[in-house]
């Protein structure tokens, strides 16, 4: 069964800090892996997508890495601002399917 | 980019009252729609695949005769959620796969999502 699951289910930092979202899934046979933010009754916001022959993709502040062997993703947030609190969402495109993590609930506090 | 609309974006109705969703590839065709629903504080979760041209298939524990599903072509997609219930509150996003990938980079295009509270 594929299944994704990410750690922690919430985070409440002050500003400033970086920090580590981790995204863990079942099946490593993967299209590719992406992800999400979800803010509060909106749809969702496309950050990284990592194919599954990539190591790591950077965007900004963000840099997300993938290790299919271990079937592993993070993503790192340098000196997180409030504006970077949401919902993320991790994602596994096996090519006809995504699987969603559960998502991370971060807070980042002025 | 790919861009994949959904109407309407929220949606307020009496209880046992039908609500139809439409999901709307704009610039390109997709043979295959998927339709996801989102509790509060929970992951989105995949309720059914929609294929142009045939039945839609469900997720287990999802209605079939509840949440109807039509493709009618390859750039729309619609769900229909039948005699809605308070329970039935959600957002609903869907997402579009297109017909052929142009490139290893692209993927599945997402909606905005549908925002739905039944009374």
């Known amino acids: 069964k594929q299944e994704v699951t990410q750690i922690p289910a919430a985070l409440s930092v002050p500003e400033g800090e970086n920090l580590v979202l981790n995204c863990s899934f079942t099946d490593s046979a993967i299209y590719n892996l992406q992800w999400f933010r979800q803010d509060p009754g909106k749809g969702l916001t496309s950050l990284l997508l990592i194919q599954s022959s990539q190591r790591e993709q950077t965007s900004g502040r963000l840099n997300a890495s993938l290790d299919k062997s271990s079937g592993r993703s993070t993503l790192y947030i340098a000196a997180s601002q409030p504006g970077d609190s949401a919902t993320y969402l991790c994602a596994v495109d096996y090519g006809q399917n995504f699987v969603f993590g559960p998502g991370t609930r971060l807070s980042v506090l002025p | 980019g790919a861009v994949v609309s959904q109407h309407p974006s929220w949606v307020i109705c009496k209880s046992g009252t039908s609500v139809k969703i439409e999901c709307r590839s704009l610039d390109f065709q997709a043979t295959t729609m998927f339709w996801y629903r989102q509790f509060p504080k929970q992951s989105l979760m995949l309720m059914a695949t929609?294929?142009?041209?045939?039945?839609?298939?469900?997720e287990q524990g999802v209605e079939k005769d509840k949440f109807l599903i039509n493709h009618a072509s390859l750039t729309l997609s619609t769900l229909t959620v039948t005699s809605a219930h308070p329970e039935d509150s959600s957002f609903y996003i869907c997402?579009?796969?297109?017909?052929?990938?142009?490139?290893?980079?692209?993927?599945?295009?997402f909606g905005p999502g549908t925002r739905l509270l039944v009374l």
């Open positions: 929609s294929n142009e041209g045939s039945k839609a298939t469900y």
């Open positions: 997402s579009a796969n297109p017909l052929t990938r142009t490139s290893p980079q692209e993927t599945q295009y």
